[in-house]
C-alpha cells in the first residue's frame, strides 16, 4: 500500500512498523522533522499518533491528564512483569499506592539519606586504580542497583545477589526490543525469548520473595518503624490495605524502575563528560570550589550547579525514557488534530529533545542551556525526562540527588576516558541503552 504524508490532512503512514522496530530513534526524529507537532502511522494493528507539540504534550500529561491514560498492558509481556506497579496501575489502585510511596521518596527523607548515597558510591570505586579499564554502565547499575535496595527496601544484598539480579535484565531488555513480528502476532502465540523472559521473572520473584521474608520480623508500628517503601508496604498488608500480590507488583516495579533510568543517565553523563572536555574541566573546578577535599553531601548538592547543567543536558540528549504512552478516554483534539478514544498517544522526549525547534543546535552537548535565563525561553514540555503531571516519575528527587553525589563522589578522584567508538548506537527496550560495552579508562586526576 502506498504511504501518504502522516499529519493534520494527511492518512496513517502504513506498514512503519519495521521500520520502527529497526531504529525507533530514527523513525521518530524522521517523523518530528518532516511533519513537527504531530504524525500518525501504523503501528502493527495500533494506529498511532505521534505528538511532539509541548502545549498538547502539556494537555495529555498535566492540564487535561483525566481524559487520557496509561495503555491496558495486562495481559502482555509488561503486565506480567510489573502487574498492577505504580508504573502501570489506573484509577484508585494507583491512587492508593501513590499515597503509599509518597513519604518514602520526600525530600524531607531522602536529604537525610545523601549520605548512604555516597557510601555507596564510594564502595563502587573503592577497587577502582588509575588505568583500569571498567565497564561504566555496569558500575552505575550496580550502584544504583545497590541504592534502591538500601533506600527503598533496607536491604543490602551480596554481590552474588545483586549479580543474579543483574543477569536477569538482559532477557527482559530483549523481550521489550521492537519486534514487527511480535506487533503483528496474537497475544496466545509462542515466541522463541518467551521462556528465557519468563526464567528471568521467576528469578527476580525468588529474590523479592526472600527480602520481603528477612524485612517482615523488622517493620515496626506506623509510629516507630522503618519508613522505606518496603516497609510501609507490609505494614499496609498487615494492616489489610495490600494484598501479596500487590506488594510483589511493587516492589518489582521499584525493584527495575528505580535503578535502571538513573544508571542509564549517569552512563550518559560519564560518556559526554568524556568527549567534551571543557565541561569535565568545569565539573572538577566545581567541584574543587564547592566540595573541596570534604565528603560530598546533601549541603553541597544545592550549590551544584554546573553538575546539575550536565546531568540535565545528558538526559536531553539521551533520555533513558525514550517516549511514553498514553490513549485518551474520550475523542479529542490536539493540535488541532483530531483523536478518537482509545487510539495509542506517542508523545517520545526522543523527538522534543532533539528538536531544532526548540534547541540550537540540537545536536551538541551544552549544558549552559539550562541556565535560567535560556531555560525559560522554551516551552516547557519541550523538556520531560520524568513525564509531568499527577503521573510524573515519583523517583524524579531521588534519580537526581543519586546522579549528583555519585558523580560528585567519583569525579573527585577520578576522570573516565570513553574507549569505544562513537556515535553511541542505542538499543531500545522498555528504556534507551547503549548498544556497545561502555568501557571506560580510569584516569587520576
Not at 577520578?414 to 531500545?428: A, I, K, S
Request: with cysteine.
Amino acid at each position: 500500500m502506498a504511504e501518504t504524508p502522516p499529519g493534520p490532512k494527511g492518512e496513517p503512514l502504513f506498514g512503519s512498523s519495521r521500520t520502527y522496530a529497526d531504529d525507533p530513534f530514527r523513525f521518530i526524529s524522521t517523523l518530528e522533522s518532516a511533519y513537527g507537532d504531530v504524525a500518525r502511522f501504523d503501528m502493527g494493528p495500533m494506529d498511532t499518533v505521534m505528538l511532539c507539540d509541548p502545549t498538547a504534550i502539556e494537555r495529555v500529561l498535566v492540564s487535561e491528564s483525566a481524559r487520557f491514560r496509561k495503555p491496558d498492558f495486562q495481559g502482555d509481556a509488561l503486565g506480567d512483569l510489573l502487574g498492577e506497579g505504580l508504573l502501570l496501575s489506573e484509577g484508585e489502585t494507583w491512587e492508593r499506592q501513590r499515597r503509599l510511596a509518597n513519604p518514602a521518596f520526600s525530600m524531607a527523607r531522602l536529604s537525610g539519606m545523601a549520605d548512604r548515597i555516597t557510601g555507596h558510591a564510594e564502595d563502587r570505586i573503592a577497587d577502582w586504580r588509575a588505568d583500569d579499564v571498567v565497564d561504566v554502565e555496569q558500575a552505575m547499575t550496580r550502584t544504583t542497583l545497590d541504592v534502591i535496595l538500601d533506600l527503598m527496601m533496607g536491604v543490602e544484598l551480596s554481590e552474588q545477589r545483586v549479580q543474579t539480579i543483574e543477569e536477569q535484565l538482559i532477557p527482559l531488555g530483549q523481550r521489550f526490543e521492537p519486534d514487527p513480528l511480535r506487533f503483528a502476532a496474537p497475544e496466545w502465540m509462542p515466541m522463541p525469548d518467551d521462556a528465557a523472559f519468563d526464567s528471568a521473572v521467576a528469578t527476580l520473584d525468588e529474590v523479592l520473595d526472600d527480602i520481603i521474608e528477612v524485612r517482615e520480623e523488622t517493620v515496626g508500628t506506623d509510629e516507630d518503624g522503618p519508613m522505606d517503601f518496603l516497609s510501609v508496604l507490609l505494614r499496609a498488608r498487615d494492616d489489610g490495605e495490600q494484598s501479596p500480590e500487590q506488594l510483589r507488583d511493587e516492589m518489582m516495579t521499584m525493584l527495575l524502575a528505580g535503578h535502571d533510568t538513573t544508571a542509564l543517565t549517569l552512563t550518559y553523563t560519564w560518556f559526554l563528560l568524556s568527549e567534551n572536555p571543557e565541561a569535565e574541566r568545569r565539573v572538577h573546578e566545581e567541584l574543587e570550589a564547592v566540595v573541596g577535599d570534604e565528603r560530598p553531601g546533601m549541603e553541597h548538592v544545592r550549590e551544584l550547579d554546573y553538575l546539575e547543567w550536565v546531568i540535565q543536558e545528558a538526559m536531553r540528549l539521551y533520555p533513558p525514557v525514550y517516549t511514553i504512552f498514553r490513549e485518551p478516554t474520550e475523542d479529542v483534539e490536539l493540535s488541532e488534530y483530531p483523536v478518537d478514544a482509545g487510539t495509542t498517544l506517542m508523545l517520545p522526549q526522543w523527538g522534543v529533545h532533539r528538536s531544532e525547534r526548540f534547541y540550537d543546535d540540537p545536536e551538541t552537548f551544552d549544558p549552559e542551556r539550562w541556565k535560567p535565563e535560556r531555560a525559560k525561553e522554551r516551552p516547557r514540555f519541550a523538556y520531560f525526562p520524568f513525564g509531568g503531571g499527577p503521573r510524573h516519575c515519583i523517583g524524579k528527587h531521588l534519580a537526581m540527588l543519586e546522579a549528583q553525589l555519585i558523580v560528585a563522589t567519583t569525579a573527585q578522584q577520578y576522570r573516565l576516558e570513553f574507549m569505544g567508538e562513537t556515535p553511541l548506537e542505542l538499543m531500545p527496550s522498555l528504556t534507551a541503552h547503549p548498544r556497545q560495552e561502555m568501557s571506560m579508562r580510569v584516569r587520576e586526576r
